[in-house]
């Protein structure tokens, strides 16, 4: 049996950019997954869906700018690439970026479908990860099986085509004219589905509720970007694990809000309507609340809504509800068998900056973890935002020298621990704009 350097269960993006980036090193490597072929959430390809993060935060660009792999070299084969930049290409459709997942995909040789992971044993050499089909030999493995949609207690019980999560809003029927409408969730997928829904004149009432007291926006400036850079990654690594935990909710909104432009848009809808006196559709925004209770009513579904101030019960009767109530790590007992034996800080497994998993007794190989170390990398660490640099320090890691670049930028902030007393030091900043964070 032929023995891989490195072998990634699942390909999604973060295991996607790892095999692309992996071609040219010399590593013999192999991904798995047990889809049919790459898919990007393509239930929420909505019309309106704008990708959240710069195209240039590709699979590649950040770790080998000159990667064949690269956005700009799929707008260029694609002959768009004059067409994006004239249309203000600082942004792109997740339409769009997830074709470009798919192109990167179709070339890549080292990628496996239609093998399901079913469990991974230690062995003389490394591991053996057993399929449905057969089973494979590597030196190291790292697990990529990312996100399953997260479902309130209540609604579980009854999914399907009325209750659904909106990972699957573009697989169900179209909502029907009259059809009264709950949207639970306050961030960038239920905004968007909410902004769809606006479009369609025909439907009923629409009820839009969120546990959060506001629908806050992005926070998306210049100086917030820099969370999403090698040198805070870093710096972010050295702190204790109680200031990464607060640091983790303190920039929660870097990542998980409404961009700003669909705020305003939502808004200016909303005014409109107002302005005309329009009566066509009924539309309440509830902050603070939650879905508490979900029981069928005949054909229609009555849905118990609770105020987190104050706890009053509200009840609503809907034709359907959709749920943007977000995601989780995908639950594998194979996962679970190999961190028993991690080293552990606040009860989370510890990984390094390498992303490698720290085990308190020696194993046969590396184990590396995409997007399941946010406590311990911060926000960045499930963000699309670095997937590239994520994906460069594990193959420095597993070939034991530095091939890709580790800090491509110097950062703008600077921190008092760095800071010497010297005058020099005081009158010659490194930038024109030097920022000095506590």
């Known amino acids: 049996m032929k023995t891989y350097d490195l072998i990634g269960i699942g390909i999604g993006p973060f295991n996607l950019s790892l095999a692309a980036l992996a071609e040219p090193t010399g590593l013999q490597t192999l991904f798995l997954d047990k889809r049919d072929t790459f898919a990007w959430h393509p239930g929420m390809l909505l019309s ?29 084969e694609h002959r768009r690439l004059y067409s994006f930049i004239n ?40 591991y053996t990860i057993i399929t449905a089909e057969q089973s494979y030999q590597a030196r190291a493995v790292v697990i990529g099986v990312g996100i399953t949609p997260r479902v309130p207690e209540c609604a579980r019980p009854w999914l399907g085509n009325a209750i659904y999560h909106v990972a699957d809003f573009l697989h169900r029927e179209a909502i029907q004219p009259g059809e009264q409408v709950l949207v639970v969730g306050g961030g960038q997928s239920g905004a968007e589905a909410v902004e769809q829904l ?38 972010f690594q050295t702190l204790p694990m109680a200031q990464r935990s607060h640091a983790v909710q303190q920039e929660r909104l870097t990542s998980d809000g409404i961009s700003a432009d669909l705020c305003n848009r939502l808004y200016e809808q909303l005014y409109e309507r107002h ?10 925004i509830l902050q603070s609340a939650v879905l508490d209770g979900l029981e069928p009513e005949g054909r229609r579904w009555r849905a118990r809504l609770r105020s987190l101030s104050s706890g009053r019960q509200r009840t609503v009767v809907v034709d359907r509800v959709i749920l943007a109530t977000g995601f989780q790590p995908c639950p594998q007992p194979y996962v679970d068998t190999l961190l028993a034996n991690a080293q552990r800080d606040g009860g989370q497994p510890l990984i390094d900056g390498s992303y490698r998993v720290q085990f308190a007794t020696p194993m ?73 964070q506590f």
């Open 364 to 436: 046969p190989g590396p184990v590396y973890l995409q997007n399941r170390s946010i406590v311990q990398h911060g926000l960045q660490s499930v963000n699309l935002s670095m997937v590239a640099y994520r994906n460069s320090r594990i193959l420095n890691d597993l070939l034991g020298y530095e091939y890709f670049q580790a800090e491509p930028d110097t950062p703008m902030f600077s921190h008092i621990d760095a800071l010497t007393d010297t005058p020099a030091r005081q009158m010659e900043p490194r930038h024109a704009l030097s920022l000095v």
């Open 198 to 235: 606006l479009g369609n004149p025909s439907m009923g009432a629409l009820t839009w509720v969120t546990s959060r007291s506001n629908l806050f926006a992005m926070d998306d400036n210049a100086f917030v970007n820099e969370a999403f850079c090698p040198a805070y990654n870093q710096r």
């Open 275 to 284: 302005v005309g006196h329009e009566q066509r559709q009924a539309i309440d």
């Open 87 to 126: 249309k203000g290409g600082a942004s792109t459709s997740r339409k769009e970026f997830a074709d470009y997942y798919g192109w990167v995909a179709r070339q890549l040789s080292n990628l496996r479908f239609a093998q399901e992971v079913l469990d991974v044993v230690e062995s003389a050499e490394g």
């Open 48 to 76: 309106n869906g704008q990708l959240q993060v710069s195209p240039l935060k590709d699979c590649v660009t950040l770790a080998s700018p000159t990667s064949r792999y690269s956005f700009l070299n799929y707008l260029a």
